[in-house]
């Protein structure tokens, strides 16, 4: 089987148009979350993603802070800002799509957590916190999202042994015998590895393969529609500059 795997959306429907493009043909997907927040279309980005063939998801904490089950208060204002926008802009079936999932999941064999398998909103972003999550894992591979970064972390089985290795500019990962790995496919919507294309990946299960790809999009066309609706001017200009 061979998944699209895609990850905090934030409402960037020119970026989740553009991702989707690149994977027309894939007939199974996973969502790792936040599909809102941030950008200026939630709720098309919601009946898009719905759309999906066989879809596994989770939920993303501005999923979960859009429909109430999240506190705002670990929010910084600019994202407060734009959940509270957010919330009112989204119907009642759009809501309970996204509160009908948990952050963490699986798929074919594969662990799924939108932040970490041990505290679903924390981030992975170091060698020390991926190891955290390695010790609760019982498969071989985790995908994850939420830190917006695309990047793996790999594991000797049986060893604390673990490196990082950024796929800013994509990249690809064969998953060998004797490691484990935790993957990040980067955030569709909204990048901060430095680079301000759109981030995915393809899981090709049978080959044992993890492509990570960057595609562009019409950025400006996001930005518009962003200030036209009075979104913050920093999440913005943040889309350009991909951090
Ligand atoms: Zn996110």
Redesign the pocket.
Known sequence: MVYGLI??I?ANLEALEAVLGELAGVKAFVCL??IV?YGPDPGACVDRVRRLPKLTRIA???DLAAIGRYDLTWFNPHARAAIEWTAGRLSARQKKFLGAVEPVGEVAGAAIAHGSLVEPMAYIASVEEALLSFEAMTGVLCFV??T?IAEHYRNRVGTRSCDQTALWDGGEVKVEPELRYLINPG?VG?PRDGNPKASFGVWDTKAGVVTVKRVEYDIGAVQEKMRREGLPEYLVERLARGR
């Open positions: 990850s905090d934030h979350g936040d927040g993303g904490n501005h999202g939420h917006h955030a909204q």
